[in-house]
């Protein structure tokens, strides 16, 4: 995976500082801590997202950053992405992750990482979720009050059986890898507008999103286009004259600059 950016992402392990000084364990329960595991899987999922291409740092990871001094980092750090590893406490079941308001990128990012978790260890996926503060505005500091695109990844529960997942290090490994996987879906996605190349001797161009649309027009290959909105795998094209089909043995896909 080559991208045309060097993206430079923060990885986090949430607590380990409360706001004196001493130590904030996050949640527990039973035997466990929330920034025990918290800072595992964070741990490696930088070293997989390091393996994936991404200019990737861990911060925290010794418990030596309260909340401001994290959000603080992150904001210094000529950061593209980041993501701050919770765990959720309340008795419930399965994934949710924490996007800012009104940020597309943000909801579809943690939509993404969500579900991959749900899926590595057979939860329920919450999904994408915002949370409310004072005046309206995102509830967590860290998704607030950062300048790059900072998701809150509560990855599953520590007070339920969820935590069973996550007890050895080959689960924080698992979960880990889960999360990379969605990062680098996301980061490999193509955000509208972008330009193709039809590399097929003829591409029908249909009415819609689908073969049951009917048919406009047909492109030849070595035909450029812009294409100004996706929908599953077919793109609306500039021109106005309907839709293709991305798929990579048809068309070629310009590499584009994710806008966060
Ligand atoms: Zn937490």
Redesign the pocket.
Known sequence: MKFKKNIKICVAA??GKSKNGGFDP??CSGCFR?FDI?KETAKYLSQYLRSAGFDTELINYNGDLYLTERVEKINSGDFYFALEI????GGGTGSEVYYPKGSAQGRRAAALISSGIAEAFSIPDRGAKTKDGRNGRDYFAVVRDTKPLTLLV?TLFIDSDDVENVSSASGRDLCARAISKAVLAFFSEKAAPFTVKILCDELNVRDGPGTWHKINMTVRNGDVFTVVEKNGNWGRLKSGAGWINLSNNLVEMRETEKEL
């Open positions: 949430g607590h996050g949640a929330e918290a919770h765990l959720n406490a509560e």
